[in-house]
Structure formats: C-alpha cells, structure tokens
C-alpha cells in the first residue's frame, strides 16, 4: 500500500494546485448569480446573471443570444460547441461545466438536437464534460477571459451506465442527492443527482472510476466501479454518519506550515485506492486543518507543501485524536542552462531533476539567463536533464545532493545534436516506399530507468521519393523504427554523431496476411465468436480474437513459419485448435480450424474450486498459456492439447504433465491445501 500511496501523491499534485488556484478568494468582492434558461437559435442556451444586492433594483432579462455571439454581461466568458458520437455524429447530451474537482456542477444544460449547446459563466478555469446514459466525453479543461467566448467540441466515447439507490444510514432512500464518477486522482468525469424515488442513473466511461454519492450532513459513500462498455452495473450508494479529523502540520523545528495541502485517500473494496473532492483541505495560518463528513473507516492522510518533502501516514481513523504532521525541508538545487559551442544562456528550457533510477523527481521551466531552481529534493544522487527549442536535450553530470541545504554551480550544456537522413526502400524491387513513417525508439535516459523524464521521441514522414531527416537528435546509439501500411515493421540501430549528418537506407519487406475461421464443429455450420488466437512466431505472439462471424484477420505479418493456436472456452471445458503456417511476403495464408483435436485432459479440483488451471508447454511455445477454469464441481476438461511436456499451474501449486502423440485420453486431479493462502 505504501507503493500506490507514493504514487498517488505524484499523481495528484496537478490536481491540487487547480483546486487551490480555484479556492483562491477573488480580488474582487464577490458577484452572486443566478442561473435563467432561454432558448437560442440552433439550441438552448444558459446564461448566468448577477444576482441584485440588496436595495439593487433586479437586473433586465438577458436578450436571447445566439449560440456564437458573444457574452453580453462583460464579466461572463461563453463556451459552445456541439457534442457528438466517437463516429463523428452530432446528438443530444448534457453537457456540464464546473471545477475539476468540484462535486457540483455551476452551470449544465441538454443540447439540442443537432448537438449544438452554449453556456455563460464567470471567467477562469473549468473543466467541461458531456454524458448520455451510456456514452461519455472525456473532460476538457478550459481557460475562459471574461468577455470573450471558446469553441469547445465535444466527442463521446461508448461508456457504461452505473446505477443504483443513494439511501441514507437508516438505508431512507435519498432524492436529490449528489452523484458524482471520479478518477483516482479525484477528477471529477461526470455529475448527476438521485431523484424522487432516490434512484439515480449516471454514464461513466468503460474504466477504473469512483463513484461517490453525497448529501448534506451525511458523509459521502464512495465505492469503486470498472464496467464494460454498452454494460449496466448496479451500485447502491448508502451515505454514513459524519465524522471528523483534525490536526496540525508543522516543521521539523515546530513551527505552523500554513497553506499546506492535505489529502485523505482510502483503500476501496477492490484494493484500489480512492479519493474524494471534499477529502482535501488546506492548513491554515496556525498549519491547524479539519476534515468534515467523512465516511467511517481506516484512511491514509498526506500533506504537501513548496519546500518540503511530502509526508503521509497510514491507518488514520476519522473521530480520533488530533494528527500531526512533521514535514522536512527539502534540499534546493541551483544551475545554468547554457548552450555547448559557447556558454551563452538557452532561453526557456524545461527542466528536470532525475534520479539515476530514471525517475523524474521535479520540473521547472525557467525564462532568461537559463537559470533554474529546483526545490523540495529527497537526498540521493541525481542528474539534471534539459531541453530546449532548437536544440537535442542533454544532461549535467551526476551530484549528490544531501539532507537538506542548497547544490549550486550545476551546469547543462545543450548543443543541436546529430542529424539522421536518409531513405526508405521496398526491399525486393528498391522502389522508394512513400509515406513510411521514421521514429526514435526509446529516449534519451532508456539506460536509466523504464520512466523517461523528456520526451526525445523523433518523428517525420517520408515524401513521395520516400526520403526523411531527423534533426536534433542525441548523440549515441539510437534505435529507429520505420513503418507503413502493408509493410513489416523494421527496427535498425544507428550510431548518431554530434554535429554530424548521418545518412541511412531502411529496406522494408512487404508483410504478409492471415485469414481464417474458427468453427465449433467439423460439419456444422457454428461459428465461434471471441474464441482466442495465438499466432507465435519465431520473434513475436501475436494474440487476438475472432470476429462475430468466427474470422480472423492479421495483416503485416513478417514471412515466416508460425505456429497457430484457437481456444474455446465454455464452463469447466476449453477446446484447444492447433496448426502450423508458413506466411509469405505479399501473400495470404488461409486456415480453417476446429478447436478440439483427439486428445483429452481431464479430472477435478479437490475440494471443488473454480479456480484456473494453467498449463504451458515447454520449449518453443513455452509463452502460450492454456487455461481452462474448472466449473463449480471442480470438474475441468482440456481437449486437443497438442502433445508435449507441460508445466501446471493451479492456486499456487505446480507440477508436470505429459500428453503423448496421437490420441490420448489423461486424467489428472488437483488436490488442494485446506487453505490455500498459507
């Protein structure tokens, strides 16, 4: 747990400094709005209007606008745009817009038909989404200037509908509640509310979520959904009594660290962890925080601050004693960006410290001079990595940096690096292959860690003649990929110079097909859809599934022997299809296969389990897995394995198992352990 703590602490950091920039008390004295609904040309439009103040005569109704003119009230922005299928089809939705993380909406509103919608809000930074009951649109962040208005199009993606009852804690069904789906950083994918019945119905998209429901003077019920696309899931939402956590946050030397950010997450009952909106806070100006309304349980609290290391502990209980939270300052590092051929400052380079692990452990963008600082630095050895426009991206030598205190004198040279160019041929007949697309592979720190601090990635596209050139590229071994429609991917090492253009020529060989049909019988006529396909080849495995017609289509394929395996799967039962291809440069292998064969494995799971049974043959074919789950009786038959020695697997227990040539009929029991997690 201490793992995925870490990295929800990283992955929350931006969400945090926009839910602080929008917490912020406004320059201004505050405008209250209200909300009034008018209908305009080409679709509804809401638009928001002061509220008066007292002895303030009431505003004039707003005239109707059109969905393009621009705000009248001077301090509002307009948003408008049309919402539409993944296939490019305007329709109906709601469309909603507040902060990312608010559990409230500010302003929403039902398209019309043709998909077209407008809303007029205050300026700054919202988060914009759009939902049916079963499609979703990813939320997009906008920067809104009052006064001026921003085209925002929508495009839905086919989601999952989640829906359920919100009751209270006497299981009092709850009508309008708020409901809310939210990532794991607490971004907030969609909003809704339960209705008269208490019953509520919300479109998520078809991944991991939260999905909380709240009312006031209840704490939140938070619980964790992954549906399927095009699936309906059930999910009761029954709101607890509140609790409360307090606490302070100081400095190693006691001293208030106000303005500190807190967050509660909590292990969910999928063993993922969740966070909520309304379980952030910040430390006021004695480094004093309270958490309201917070559902029973265990939670992990964290706090952040500039300058300080983050601190986090588990197994806090809301309701308890108060917390403390002791943060250390962090080391500060201090350095130049300068260019290689002559010392002179690089403007704006973007800036990062890395751990020689590889891992990215700050970013800064720094302006003129090149001049860079970076803070809250762990102890530990570190390189800084930088990039600029106009030139390769390059790296300091490595430091050391201490317990706390300041690392200066730390220089970056950047130069504009080496140039690849070259051309990219059909192999057999050298007619240039137009269109090839030509990228780095890996990046520049690869050799440090599986996490890349900067994006070195190199790109272009060959012309009609098929030629390319790749400048700004690092010095050193670089691995370039090339491919295009019809043809085999390539991949080639080059040794790239500083200063220098490199020339190449890439040959690439025609790829080619494989088509075939998965039946479930030898004279029959039925089809298997989904049944599993494993192609593996000399280098590669291919997996995929058949179509709803039982096809299967795999294209660019490099020529070669390949081994092809189908499975179909039914309860306690999985048939096994198995036959050799040769693949040919520009042609297409056809096979027709009837999982099933002359061979039978069978027996049961004692005590009965439907636990998996995975078996994999050894040699060659040692990365396919055959796995069949055995029913509720323990019973479990794998047919026309092909023969071979196998390694089985089955709740944590191994062994060996042979199947002969030929037709063969083996049978095998699995005797489990009392309790198979000891």
């Not at 130049?336 to 692990?357: F, H, T, W």
């Amino acid at each position: 747990m201490r793992r995925k703590l870490a990295l929800l602490v990283i992955a929350v950091l931006a969400g945090l400094a926009a839910w602080r920039l929008l917490s912020a008390p406004p320059s201004d004295p505050p405008v209250r709005h209200r909300s009034t609904v008018v209908d305009a040309p080409g679709g509804a439009s809401v638009t928001t209007v002061p509220s008066p103040t007292p002895n303030e005569a009431p505003p004039s109704p707003p005239s109707e606008p059109s969905p393009t003119a621009p705000a009248e009230d001077k301090r509002l922005a307009r948003v408008h745009g049309t919402v539409s299928t993944a296939d490019g089809v305007p329709c109906e939705a709601e469309v909603q817009i507040g902060a990312e993380q608010a559990r409230d909406a500010i302003a929403s509103i039902r398209t019309a038909r043709d998909g077209t919608y407008s809303l007029d809000v205050p300026a700054g930074d919202w988060s914009v989404c759009a939902c049916t009951p079963n499609a979703v649109a990813w939320p997009e962040s906008v920067t809104l200037a009052a006064g001026e208005e921003y085209e925002l199009d929508l495009s839905l993606e086919r989601g999952a509908t989640v829906w359920g009852w919100v009751m209270g804690p006497n299981a009092a069904p709850l009508p309008g509640a708020s409901v809310l789906s939210a990532d794991q950083s607490g971004l907030v994918l969609g909003r809704g509310k339960s209705d008269a019945s208490g019953q509520y119905r919300l479109g998520v998209l078809a991944e991991w979520c939260t999905v909380t429901g709240e009312s006031d003077g209840l704490a939140a019920a938070v619980e964790a959904v992954e549906p399927e696309a095009g699936k309906e899931v059930r999910l009761d939402l029954r709101l607890g009594e509140p609790r409360r956590l307090s606490g302070r946050v100081v400095d190693e030397e006691e001293r208030p660290v106000p303005g500190a950010a807190i967050e509660l997450s909590r292990e969910l009952a999928d063993g993922q962890l969740g966070v909520h909106p309304s379980w952030r806070t910040e430390a006021d100006a004695q480094g004093a925080f309270h958490l309201d309304r917070l559902p029973e349980g265990v939670y992990a609290l964290s706090a952040t601050a500039p300058s300080f290391l983050p601190q986090w502990i588990e197994g806090i209980s809301p309701g308890g004693e108060d917390v403390l939270l002791v943060l250390a300052r962090g080391a500060r590092v201090e350095g130049q960006v300068v260019r290689k051929s002559d010392g002179k400052p690089v403007e704006s380079p973007q800036v990062q410290a890395v751990g020689l692990e590889g891992r990215a452990i700050a970013e800064v963008k720094v302006g003129a001079e090149g001049r860079f600082a970076l803070t809250a630095m762990r102890p530990g050895t570190y390189i800084v990595a930088a990039s600029a426009k106009g030139f390769a991206p390059g790296e300091s030598a490595p430091f050391v940096v201490g317990a706390a205190g300041v690392v200066e004198g730390i220089r970056v040279e950047l130069s504009t690096g080496g140039t690849l160019r070259g051309v990219v041929l059909e192999e057999s007949s050298r007619a240039p292959v137009a269109q090839a697309f030509v990228t780095t592979v890996g990046h520049f720190y690869r050799k440090r860690g599986s996490w890349p601090p900067l994006d070195t990635t190199r790109s272009a596209s060959c012309d009609a003649d098929g030629r390319f050139e790749l400048p700004l590229l690092v010095p050193g071994k670089t691995t370039f990929q090339v491919t295009c429609e019809g043809f085999v991917q390539l991949r080639r090492e080059v040794e790239i110079l500083d200063g220098t253009a490199t020339d190449v020529t890439f040959l690439m060989t025609a790829g080619g097909t494989v088509v075939g049909l998965l039946r479930a019988g030898a004279h029959g006529p039925a089809l298997v859809t989904g049944g599993r396909i494993c192609l593996r080849g000399e280098r590669t495995t291919i997996e995929t599934s058949s179509d709803k017609n039982g096809q299967v289509t795999l294209e660019r394929l490099t020529p070669g022997k390949y081994r092809l395996f189908a499975f179909h799967d039914s309860p306690g039962r999985l048939a096994v299809g198995y036959q050799e291809l040769e693949v040919r440069s520009g042609e297409t292998a056809r096979f027709e296969i009837v999982p099933g064969g002359v061979g039978r494995l069978s027996g049961h799971v004692i005590p009965p389990s439907e636990v998996g049974i995975t078996l994999c043959r050894r040699g060659e074919d040692s990365m396919v897995e055959i796995v069949v789950e055995a029913d509720a009786s323990g019973g479990y038959e794998v047919l026309g394995a092909p023969p071979g020695e196998y390694d089985v697997r089955v709740s944590g227990m191994a062994e060996t198992i042979t199947l002969p040539e030929g037709a063969y009929d083996v049978r095998r029991d699995f005797e489990l352990p009392l309790d198979p997690g000891r």
